[in-house]
């Protein structure tokens, strides 16, 4: 009898390589260097706190003390009213508190949360690997880790098996689908993606632009996985009307960081002296160089010396430029559960903000809070966050986009960027359905 994946799950088929595959075994000294601990840079007792800003004078106090104190932001909610989180090493957390802000911590030992994250990616990266080397001991049972669903949407992944995934996905579907680049990185790696369907209106979408925001690599390979598997005639009219250009991994030089060396590592890996890399969302050719992004290298907001100086925001600039009839584009970040639209270089709203983009934002913002009633806020950068010059999206309205969005997901502190690997399904499905809502609501040809 020949067993499809849809009936089998990762548990059942370690137990099949287990009782057919004598040779393989569950020891820990040889995990893959995603769940290694001792490469990477520790950050025991760096705390992670929230701070509520009540003052113009304290938003200056804080944005002044940014680069002496080393603060590394996880959220941007910088505004009198808001809040913002961020990092702060141990050497630096007395100075902080003389500044005499309005905060709490959220995560008291950051370390802490990366051993965690590590552990239970430990336990799956060995029932992945025996997986993938159980295929070779199938005892007729055929099997393709790479095309099981809920097995690969179980855990988080390197980047070579990233790759994999991507490359199983278009040799499977190739009726519908295939295979194409942006460009390359800065270290030569390919900004890879897929095509899916035949439609004349183009929607452009991908993930980890900032590369410690794991979840939404997952994210975008849930939309690639419904629109390849789901034989609904809402899913088939999509595949009719629009063509989708989907890369998952936007800055793979900064994700292989993130899983090699430092994991929480935001920017790609253009070297300034000691500094690594620019941050690609502040380095578009829109309004570059306009507040709400930093000159110094050694900043996690770092625009680089020029707009489009980063390769990775050049290629995409310049796919998203060159493609017709493009009906929307949407970047995936993490964290603070938004639906963003344009401006973040200023206060402005583009002319059918009230007519078009925010009625769109706040249909995925309700499809969201329907399936596990997850609460995500809709509105333009600029006033829901802050300012951010050089941006994806703006720089994409620019160009003719019809509908460009940023999405900042799950959560909104608990865990950060360090989401549990049972939230990836969860967060995966909430996405699916505002997706949907912005594909049955955009204006096309």
């Not at 929607?203 to 994210?219: D, N």
């Not at 160089?289 to 900043?299: A, D, I, L, V, Y």
């Not at 002319?351 to 609460?375: C, H, M, Q, R, W």
Request: a negative charge.
């Amino acid at each position: 009898m020949r067993l499809s994946v849809s009936h089998l799950s990762l548990t059942t088929v370690v137990a099949l390589v287990a009782l057919f595959s004598p040779t393989i075994t569950t020891t820990t000294h040889a995990l893959p260097a995603l769940a290694q601990h001792s490469p990477f840079k520790s950050y025991d007792q760096h705390r992670v706190v929230r701070v509520t800003i009540h003052s113009e004078d304290q938003l200056k106090s804080l944005n002044d003390n940014e680069d002496p104190l080393h603060l590394d932001y996880f959220t941007h909610l910088k505004n009198v009213g808001g809040h913002t989180d961020f990092r702060i090493p141990p050497e630096h957390f007395a100075k902080f508190q003389d500044l005499n802000l309005d905060y709490k911590v959220i995560i008291d030992n950051l370390q802490s949360v990366l051993d965690r994250e590590q552990e239970e990616d430990a336990r799956y990266q060995l029932k992945w690997e025996a997986f993938k080397k159980g295929r070779a001991f199938s005892a007729g049972v055929a099997i393709d880790p790479f095309a099981s669903a809920d097995d690969w949407f179980a855990g988080y992944h390197s980047y070579e098996d990233h790759q994999t995934w991507l490359a199983t996905q278009i040799k499977n579907n190739r009726n519908i689908a295939r295979g194409f680049s942006a460009g390359k990185t800065y270290e030569n790696r390919e900004q890879a993606g897929i095509k899916i369907g035949k439609g004349k209106n183009n929607v452009v979408l991908h993930g980890l632009q900032h590369s410690r925001e794991w979840i939404t690599g997952a994210v975008v390979e849930y939309i690639i996985q419904q629109l390849l598997t789901k034989s609904d005639r809402r899913v088939a009219r999509y595949l009719k009307k629009f063509t989708f250009h989907i890369i998952p991994i936007m800055n793979p030089d900064g994700f292989v960081v993130t899983q090699t060396t430092d994991r929480y590592h935001r920017k790609n890996t253009q070297k300034v002296g000691d500094c690594l890399g620019t941050d690609t969302n502040r380095n578009w050719d829109f309004h570059w160089n306009e507040g709400g992004s930093s000159p110094n290298p050694c900043s996690d907001g770092y625009m680089g010396p020029s707009a489009f100086s980063a390769p990775e925001a050049a290629n995409m600039g310049n796919y998203l430029k060159n493609l017709p009839n493009v009906v929307s584009y949407i970047d995936f970040h993490a964290y603070s559960q938004l639906w963003m639209t344009p401006y973040g270089y200023n206060e402005a709203r583009p002319a059918n903000y009230d007519s078009y983009l925010k009625p769109l934002a706040d249909k995925a913002v309700a499809a969201i809070k329907e399936v596990e009633g997850t609460v995500f806020t809709a509105g333009d950068i600029y006033h829901t966050i802050y300012q951010a010059s050089g941006s994806s999206i703006d720089y994409a309205l620019n160009v003719g986009v019809g509908a460009p969005f940023a999405v900042e997901l799950r959560d909104t502190g608990t865990h950060g960027f360090n989401l549990p690997a049972d939230q990836i399904i969860p967060s995966c499905k909430e996405v699916w359905a505002a997706f949907t809502a912005i594909l049955d609501n955009l204006k096309t040809i």
